[in-house]
């Protein structure tokens, strides 16, 4: 891709580039800026990896980038990305990288993540993962006046035996969005599919509020992996499956030689 925006009669849509060789030219040059991706996909898919990937290329463009776990403590994270060659150490100690470790068991972690989320610092967001968030044991409730004027505010139900219905699941998920959207960063959030599964996202809402869909799929018996980009806001690309490959360099798409 040579050009890093395109311009349409009514628009100029800047491409945010994401660090995964061979995809920026599947898409574009890249992400629409400050949209939100969703990377799906089972366990060891490269979810993280991709993230680590999107988030480097920022520092290395000089931006500021934030990434929200759920799964692990920062450490833990560094740690992976830096045996694949992402070693955030010296922009975490400039400033231009932030890891923040979100625990659900604490009562602020929606505070936290929206304070994060809505400081207006970051150019580029991963929340990884969205699972846990969405499926977490607070209930939303109506207010009048509460933080970020999202017409919510969280109440701990630790003693009610009521499940996470539906509705509640997708406010939960709208809550995330909205922030995400007010942000202006260019935004990955990834979400933790079963082996078997063939949704698109756990919770099965994430795909449709995402302006776009990536989904990775590793497949055992065959040792091959697939990248497949559903959806993608603004921007024509292809529906088929791409050949990927993990090494010590990260995710990189394999180009057939014909
Ligand atoms: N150096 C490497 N060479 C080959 N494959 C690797 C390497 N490092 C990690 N992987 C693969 O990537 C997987 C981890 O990817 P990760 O992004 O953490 O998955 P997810 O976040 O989707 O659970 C590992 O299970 C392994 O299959
Ligand atoms: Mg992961």
Sequence with gaps: MQEETYQSE???MNRVKTGVNGLD???????PEKSITLVSGSPGAG?????FQFIYEGVNNGENVLYLTLDKREEGILLQA??????FQPAIENGQATF???NINKKLVYETMSNEILSGKYDRIVLDSITPLSEMPLFLADTQNNMNGSGYSFVDTENQSTGLSGPV???HILFIMNALESSEATTIIT??????????????????????????KADPTMDRRKLSIFKMR??????KPQDIQINENGITLVRKTM
């Design 82 to 87: 830096k045996k694949l060659g992402y070693d």
């Design 191 to 216: 979400s933790e599919l079963s082996l078997s599964s063939s949704n698109l996202s756990r919770d099965g809402i994430s795909e449709f509020l995402a302006d776009g869909v990536i989904l990775l």
């Design 47 to 51: 979810k993280s990896i991709l993230c």
């Design 100 to 102: 923040r470790y979100l």
């Design 25 to 31: 030219d599947l898409i574009e040059g890249g992400f």
């Design 234 to 239: 603004n921007t024509k690309h292809t529906l």
């Design 169 to 171: 699941q997708r406010k």
């Design 10 to 12: 009514k628009f100029i």
